[in-house]
């Protein structure tokens, strides 16, 4: 039987998958964690306050719940780490390694581990960039997360462990108010328009970035950790593409339900971070490998996410 433990569950996107692991394995069977605790305490399933630093607790918790995989989604995004960059480097990087080495010891089946399009720089082909290319992240972040897909890399060979990992693009989804990244303008986007009917972004009008839609993000999570692994070609990290678009193209699709509202541009320092990502991914190695296809494309997202907050506004934080 499996069991699973998720780290940083209470984040924009474990918030969504502890609930679609929840289904797949039974309440029962899944162990959300996080450094914070839910507001309330109010969590529907297992949960344990776990700083993902602190290697013994990790272990003892490990052991204690009979733990078979682990979804190792802590950690400081983009535009924080930028803030704080040796916090960022310690959570991001001594997490994931205390991570891997307690897998390696209690025999963990399979780890997930997230990475992003933040591995690629400037130097990189802007549109539709390949799975393998020239890398050179300018963010702290995005070193990160090229050191972490390398890491994972080599304790798949050297220990041959089965770990997993996909380039996620800026996630967008109703769940959670996001965490401190640069996509985080496109789920704000949707709160302000419903809160104000305006919104001040801090990317450029025509930045585009590759987005998805969290659904989707999640069912891409679940198909990869299904997939056979004799079928699995990327050793590191595969490349996940899902809808590329600019802030003035977010708002044109939002005007298409709510023509009043208005969109200012304000750039800052995340303009910098997001102009150095690419516009657009190619995914076909996730496309051949384990048959992955989005679904939902801008103006599909934007009717949903509208719906799913106008039930629940004003938007509340999980901690
Ligand atoms: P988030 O910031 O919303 O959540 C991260 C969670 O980690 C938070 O709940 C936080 O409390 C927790 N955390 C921080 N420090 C911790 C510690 N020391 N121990 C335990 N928990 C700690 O981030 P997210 O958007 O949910 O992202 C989850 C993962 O997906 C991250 O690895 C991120 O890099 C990756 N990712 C996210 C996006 C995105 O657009 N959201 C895109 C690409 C990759
Ligand atoms: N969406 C994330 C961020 O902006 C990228 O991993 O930090």
């Known amino acids: ?54 290697k013994r607790s990790i272990s003892e918790l490990i052991r204690r719940h009979d733990i078979t995989q682990i ?15 040796e916090l960022a480097w310690r959570i991001n990087m001594d997490g994931l390694i205390n991570i891997l080495e307690l897998a390696k010891e209690h025999h963990i089946q399979k780890v997930y581990w997230p990475s992003s399009i933040a591995v690629f720089g400037p130097d990189c082909p802007k549109d539709i960039t390949p799975q393998n290319t020239i890398m050179n992240p300018r963010t702290i972040y995005g070193i990160t997360k090229l050191a972490g897909e390398k890491l994972c890399a080599y304790y798949n060979a050297k220990f041959d462990m089965d770990i997993r990992s996909l380039r996620y693009p800026g996630l967008i989804g109703h769940g959670a108010l996001p965490g401190g990244g640069t996509t985080d303008y496109a789920v704000e986007i949707y709160h302000a328009a419903l809160k104000d009917a305006k919104y001040t972004s801090p990317i450029a009008a025509d930045t585009a970035l590759p987005m998805m839609y969290m659904p989707d993000a999640v069912r891409a999570t679940l198909e990869l ?14 490349n996940l593409a899902g809808i590329s678009f600019t802030p003035s193209e ?68 999980v901690y």
């Open 71 to 85: 979804y190792h989604l802590a950690a400081i995004l983009s535009a924080n780490a930028e803030k704080s960059p």
């Open 225 to 238: 950790m299904d997939a056979k692994k004799e079928y699995l070609t990327v050793n590191t990290s595969y």
């Open 1 to 54: 039987m499996d069991r699973i433990l998720v780290t940083g569950a209470l984040g924009q996107l474990g918030t969504e998958l502890v609930v679609a692991l929840q289904g797949k394995y039974g309440s029962e069977n899944v162990f959300a964690t996080d450094i914070h605790t839910p507001l309330n305490n109010n969590f529907e399933g297992n949960f344990l306050t776990l700083d993902v630093l602190d």
């Open 250 to 317: 977010i708002a044109k699709s939002i005007q298409k339900s709510m023509p009043d509202f208005i969109i200012n541009y304000e750039p800052d320092f995340r303009e910098t971070i997001a102009s150095s990502w690419p516009n657009s991914i190619d995914d076909s190695a996730a496309s051949n490998d384990w048959k992955w296809k989005v679904a939902y494309d801008l103006d599909g997202m934007t009717r949903e996410m509208i719906s799913h907050l106008k039930k629940k506004l004003p938007p509340v934080n």
